[in-house]
């Protein structure tokens, strides 16, 4: 019998320990209501639109003209688009010479990461470099990216508030780091008690 390419037991340990309760036994079960007809509202992810929240059209606008700016060279494009996303489509293409299809620094494009960095500095009073800047597809990209840098072995533990976001504790799990959790204080408002947090520390 031909050997599978690939084998459970075979798979990389981290992996097999990792837990995922976003995708675990209530969301499968959930799926499984769900096909039988029952009328199932999943809560396990921030998904608002899947809620019936309306979308925000601008975004859209901007990211239609962005994917598409031919659109732009059309003379009734401002029958179809407002104003502010025609300027604001044709400010980021010229950013983005190749267009959305092209590659751009791994980074992110350098004038939105400049764009952001006059922002912090707007809103934080701090100067920000935008040099130093990295754009992710997504807060949870981002978390994965810190983990993965930081975590060298089980040696390593992650300060992480319970409750948790899933993704906290699978991707320390996958990484092969170690899971520190702490609680919050419901009595004072979900506040850090620092003198817990300290002794979470030292028992670690």
């Given at each position: 019998m031909a050997r599978k390419p690939l084998d459970y037991e075979e798979l990389n340990e981290n992996v097999k320990r990792v837990q995922y309760a976003v995708r675990g036994e209530l969301y499968l079960r959930a799926s499984?209501?769900?096909?039988?007809?029952?009328?199932?509202?999943f809560t396990n992810?921030?998904?608002?639109h899947a809620l019936g929240q309306k979308p925000l059209t601008f975004p859209r606008q901007v990211v239609a003209l962005c994917q598409a700016p031919f659109l732009l060279d059309d003379p009734h494009v401002g029958?179809?688009?407002?104003?502010?996303?025609?300027?604001?489509?044709?400010?980021?293409?010229?950013m983005a010479p190749g267009g959305l299809g092209a590659y751009s620094d791994s980074r992110g494009i350098p004038g939105i990461r400049k764009e952001v960095a006059d922002f912090i500095h707007k809103r934080d009073g701090y100067p920000s470099d935008p040099e130093l800047i990295y754009l992710t597809d997504g807060a949870s990209k981002g978390v994965m990216q810190i983990l993965n840098t930081i975590i060298r072995n089980e040696m390593d533990g992650i300060l992480v508030p319970v409750p948790q976001y899933p993704l906290y504790s699978a991707t320390i799990s996958l990484y092969g780091g170690s899971l520190v959790p702490y609680y919050l204080e419901e009595e004072a408002n979900w506040s850090l008690d620092f003198v817990n947090i300290r002794q979470t520390v030292a028992e670690a």
């Open positions: 499984e209501l769900q096909k039988e007809g029952k009328k199932i509202i992810v921030g998904n608002p029958l179809m688009f407002p104003a502010d996303a025609i300027a604001r489509a044709k400010h980021y293409l010229a």
